[in-house]
């Protein structure tokens, strides 16, 4: 069984990061800074990770969920960034079975469309070549009646055919926290709600972080060796707090998805399109009883932490969404929720659109040592770690001359969970073990390995095994699993990256978050007043997020 991941393990190594000073501090755990303090407590560096919130809360829980090539990218001749891409793909495969899984996209064509039979047929075998004819399986070209066999409720006119390639989809947050995970079973100080503030320095030198502890409302310095700055689009903030004259390396755009009830739109499958509107690539996605579509890409320079989705957004997203499936007609009544992320793209003031900046990372270190990776792709986190941990290691060999592990294990070692080999198996062991098959699969798809413990959780203590109310699959289990093994520390940790009842369910769980909150309060000690705010807290990130989706006319 994996260590604890708990508000304990998070107090304990606040206190041991404070305590002594670290190889490694890592500033920020998204995708990126998770993935640096696994690589980087793999290689046997004394690292600690922290992060202003929960993990995955920024950009990392806002994504498409795509672990993929990139197949728009051809257009740009970014292959390296495809070929580097797809080998990532193959990889999060393997180490992440259950959170990474394949899926096949269909790629209509339409007469009049930006991309047309040839090119598309063009594009597909390129992107097979790039991943080396290893992907998932090669591409096919279809008829149009083939395309509409797959998917009868897509527009027919003007339909000329098609394509099917192969990519991947994952949980993008839970991927997020299980590096974190991962980092600490690694020996890694992890903490989340722990915002860096400040910097010490001595002779002009980084020395170590001012880290404030947003549970516990001290205030701790950590001395580091090396810091490393992996905040995503808040990159060019940490460097101003380092440097005043710090030259900003990014230009953030906004991307907003929409969930709206599968049946609404009826798509069989996952598809790819070309906006109607502008002729951007987009996407729309089966997620169970919900399809997703997204995405918008605009310029946004305002404080990360305020980005929403805004009428217009959800208009553009339904409208491209109604040119390709007529019937379903969606309007902003059908959403049932939105939401907005940040793409921490590098600044390229010749780029002109936003979709054309480039999506490759960056490596810069100030003058006084602070180590900044900007730019970027949750599909390339992993390798983007293993680069930084070079840098890293350069920088700590140059001071003491310590040797370290030149690569890490990252990408054969399982991630949690992950350590399984076929996951029919797993739900047909936990189905002869009495869990309900729905539960089951509910279980191995979110926890992998780990949905035994999830099951014998409930079976130890029978008032957990039941759902957290009617009409959900989520187990009263999975929350006190979360709150010991995976540092769930308020309702809105369980309900928006752990479970996904915010965007999954109609009313956001909101008729669930009372139990939610009662298992909280008893796992973390909390008072009727703690409790009481976690719940309120959350109630308002739904009455905001509702807020955003005041209907706007769509045609
Ligand atoms: C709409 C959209 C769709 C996307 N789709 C895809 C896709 O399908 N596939 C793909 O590969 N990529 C996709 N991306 C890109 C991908 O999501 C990002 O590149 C990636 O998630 C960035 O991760 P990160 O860790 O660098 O940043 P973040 O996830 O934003 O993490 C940075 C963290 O730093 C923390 N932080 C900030 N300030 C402080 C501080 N002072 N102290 C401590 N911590 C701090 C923040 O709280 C945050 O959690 C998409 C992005 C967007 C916006």
Redesign the pocket.
């Known amino acids: 069984m994996d260590p604890l991941f708990s508000a304990e393990t998070r107090r304990a190594d606040l206190d041991a990061m404070a305590a002594a000073p670290v190889d490694v501090l890592v500033?920020?755990?998204?995708?990126?800074?998770?993935?640096i303090a696994r690589d980087a407590a793999m290689r046997g560096l004394r690292t600690a990770l922290?992060?202003?919130?929960?993990?995955?809360?920024?950009?990392?829980?806002?994504?498409?969920?795509?672990?993929?090539g990139?197949l728009r990218y051809l257009e740009h001749g970014w292959l390296r960034l495809v070929f580097e891409?797809s080998r990532e793909r193959g990889i999060l495969l393997r180490i992440a079975p259950h959170l990474v899984r394949p899926v096949a996209f269909l790629f209509p064509v339409h007469a009049g469309g930006r991309i047309g039979r040839g090119r598309l047929a063009a594009g597909l075998w390129l992107y097979d070549l790039l991943s080396a004819f290893r992907n998932v399986h090669s591409h096919r070209m279809l008829s149009r009646r083939a395309v509409l066999r797959a998917e009868p409720r897509l527009r027919d006119r003007g339909l000329r055919g098609g394509g099917v390639y192969y990519d991947a989809w994952c949980d993008?947050a839970r991927l997020?926290l299980a590096n974190a995970r991962a980092a600490h079973r690694g020996g890694a100080l992890v903490a989340s709600y722990?915002?860096?503030?400040g910097f010490e320095k001595a002779g002009g030198e980084l020395r170590g972080a001012v880290?404030q502890d947003g549970v516990g409302g001290r205030g701790v310095t950590v001395h580091a060796r090396a810091i490393v700055n992996?905040?995503?689009?808040?990159?060019d903030?940490?460097r101003h707090?380092e440097d005043p004259d710090a030259a900003p390396l990014l230009r953030p755009?906004?991307?907003?998805?929409v969930a709206v009830p599968r049946h609404r739109i009826g798509n069989e499958g996952a598809i790819t399109m070309t906006s109607p509107l502008d002729g951007r690539v987009m996407?729309v996605l089966p997620w169970g009883a919900v399809t997703i579509i997204?995405?918008?890409?605009t310029d946004f320079a305002d404080d990360?932490a305020t980005v929403t989705p805004v009428g217009s957004d959800v208009t553009y997203l339904l409208r491209s969404a109604n040119a390709f499936f007529p019937d379903a007609r969606l309007t902003a009544g059908d959403v049932i929720a939105a939401w907005?992320?940040?793409?921490?793209l590098l600044h390229a003031a010749e780029a002109g659109s936003t979709a054309a900046v480039p999506?490759e990372h960056r490596i810069v270190e100030s003058p006084a040592g602070l180590i900044t990776?900007?730019?970027?792709?949750?599909?390339?986190?992993r390798a983007m770690a293993a680069e930084l941990v070079d840098v890293v290691a350069a920088r700590l060999h140059r001071i003491d001359g310590r040797p370290i592990a030149p690569r890490a294990p990252t990408a054969t070692q399982p991630l949690p969970g992950g350590e399984v080999g076929d996951l029919e198996l797993l739900v047909r062991e936990l189905i002869k073990e009495g869990v309900p098959e729905s539960v089951a699969s509910h279980l191995v798809d979110r926890y992998g390995s780990e949905a035994i413990a999830v099951a014998n959780l409930a079976t130890r203590e029978r008032a957990l095994g039941a759902p957290l109310g009617p009409g959900t699959t989520t187990q009263r289990a999975e929350v006190v699993h979360q709150a010991r093994r995976e540092m769930a520390l308020s309702v809105s940790d369980v309900m928006i990256r752990r479970t996904d009842l915010f965007r999954r369910d109609p009313r956001q769980g909101t008729e669930v978050t009372p139990v939610v909150a009662g298992l909280l309060a008893q796992e973390l000690g909390w008072d009727a007043a703690r409790e009481a705010e976690s719940l309120a807290a959350y109630l308002a990130e739904v009455q905001r997020m509702r807020q955003a989706l005041t209907p706007a006319p769509v045609s």
């Open positions: 500033i920020g755990g998204g995708a990126t800074g998770a993935g922290v992060e202003a919130a929960d993990f995955g809360s920024g950009t990392s829980s806002r994504s498409t969920r795509l672990i993929h990139g891409a993008d997020v722990a915002a860096v503030t880290v992996a905040t995503g689009p808040w990159s903030a940490i707090l755009t906004k991307g907003v998805h996407f997204g995405t918008t890409d990360p907005a992320g940040l793409r921490p999506r990776i900007a730019g970027g792709k949750l599909t390339t986190y």
